[in-house]
């Protein structure tokens, strides 16, 4: 089982093999300091993953997916967040220990992070070259001409043309998707071996989207690192992913691999979540489905299930308990009372 | 949205041949409108950005069109210019037998209420500092001689119709999310009762869970009260299940306008075909088997968009032709038009 093992609880954790995964985290919980109180925006998530491995972590918007993976590499500015519980487990060091020294020597190191507006992330003052090779000099102690070597073999990696050229453009000289290209290059300029990709095609026309996939699908080939994509689109993840994470209330509530979650959703939410696309193929059809309710209020750890008010199937154990994650079969488990022994809710 | 309305209907549409039947109610013929680009000291006027290049469209008379295309090809300039949101450079946007674009300020003011228009962000498009009972009642201050009485029954009948509760009425917009903010400025919208409404992107900024409650309220609204839509998205898979005809623009042109059956069956225009075959499909089977057309390289300058074809440049059938000659905009069966030299 590379990468099935995962779990909402804190009791049990299971004991995971040093080169089993790249990286594996363990009951994280962060909380965010606000005048109105403390918000649990992520509740204990756990997984890990493989060597070469992509994982597409899919959720609405304050579901708590990108806050959960900038905790990894505490990329969240503390205060107000604070990183209460949990640990993240990395080349047989605990991330969240490591002094800001240490940390920063990781980050855009081993593991790389791809953010998810091309606009903002870049530095506008300073050109590409400039914003590639800085990692490089930093993290590989390459001198000025090395450094710029490799970056043109990047920018011809992500498919930029005339590449030693362009080392000079600043960000606004360059369209969407080239930009994002260059985000990528950046990432991938110290040979990660975890990439965290948030959102990276969400800012971007689907023409453009379509290439990104193609050339991070080609990266993989090439390269074999493990990704994390962070997404709310389910149809970008059915394309690219080997696992797929459900996120609701800053909880994982369903984990498989991608063929399982399309062909047999098992929590309610991610069912319902399936039933709301319109589809592509086939006839058109009638009324959308929608999800009643509104998303959980996060202003308290989680005590029932989180989805219990929107939930169809909801019975008494899930205003009880928050329900763990119970294994289906190896791969898939989900966070719902309706696959506890009794199987009902 | 509560179940029973879910149930409340199957879905069904009027077949085709009725609406074919309904009266235009906007006709827009050869809109331009070009954005002048102005440099250096004495603001020297130095070329224009062409965001509609000419497109040519009709609307019938409660019918749903889709306006897609990728960011940056001019849909929401259309959008906004047949509001007169903007003054067209050159083109004709005929709404009910008059040119919009040839009235004055006083008589604009007066077709005003008939045609109205919601945001992308219902963020931004609300007043921060305004309740939504005053967001709402605003289009009746200034249109209509309703007394302050009439107006809260009109905004409490509103918000109802929307599917908000009337009791919200005094709140401001930030105690609200972004799907109830949407329905505000839905509820905004029909406050004069309007024929025509121009959607740019109202769903985009919503979680998916929501854009279906949001379309479904669109689609609710369309049929009790007979409203025709201008629906501009990005979102195919959105527009396939909303529109009864789509068009699709490329840096300012339509390339292809067809019904959304033969549109997403039997796609003419490379372009149509490149786009719908980058959207992703929540299918891991499918994602795995299909053919993708990938473009490659980006959109042009629209302040230089190529002599022939708009999309020659990226285009993977292209020939000589294309990158001299311009296609003509023809219409290839009927409710089918397309401009490409290769299509037969």
Known sequence: MSGGVLRNSTEEVPVVQKGDSVLSVQDLRTVFHTQDGLVHAVNGISFTLAPGELLGVVGESGSGKSVSMMSLLKLLPMPPAEIVEGSVHFGGRDLLQLSDAELRQLRGGDIGFIF???MTSLNPVFNIGFQIMEPL????GMNKKQAADRAVELLELVGIPSARQRLRDFPHQFSGGMRQRVMIAIALA????????????????VTVQAQIIELVKGLRQKLGMAIVWITHDLGVVAGIADKVAVMYGGQIVEYSDVASIYSDPRHPYTQALLRTLPTQEGGRTGRLVSIPGQA???NAPP????????????GPKCWAANPPLFDIHGQHSSACWLESEGGTA | MSAEVINKEDGSRAPAGEKSKAATILKVSDLKIHFPIHKGLFRKRVGEVKAVNGVSFEIKQGETLGLVGESGCGKSTTGRAVLRLYDPTAGEVIFEDRDIAALSAEEMRATRPRMQMIFQDPQACLNPRMTVGSIIAEPLV??????GQQRREKVMELLEAVGLNADYVNRYPHEFSGGQRQRIGIARALALDPDFIVCDEPIAALDVSIQAQVVNLLEDLQRERGLTYLFISHDLSMVRHIADRVAVMYLGKIVELSTVEKLFDDPKHPYTQALLSAVPVANPEIEASRERVILTGDVPNPSNPPEGCVFCTRCPVAVKKCFTVPPVWRELNPDQFVACHLVE
């Open chain 1, 116 to 118: 998810q507006d091309p």
């Open chain 1, 137 to 140: 000099r930093i993290h590989m």
């Open chain 1, 190 to 205: 110290c040979d990660p071996k975890v990439l965290i990709a948030d959102e990276p095609t969400t800012a971007l026309d």
């Open chain 1, 296 to 298: 959980p209020n996060l």
């Open chain 1, 303 to 314: 005590a029932a299930c989180s989805f219990a008010p929107r939930c169809e199937h909801v």
């Open chain 2, 142 to 147: 200034e249109h209509t001689s309703l007394s």
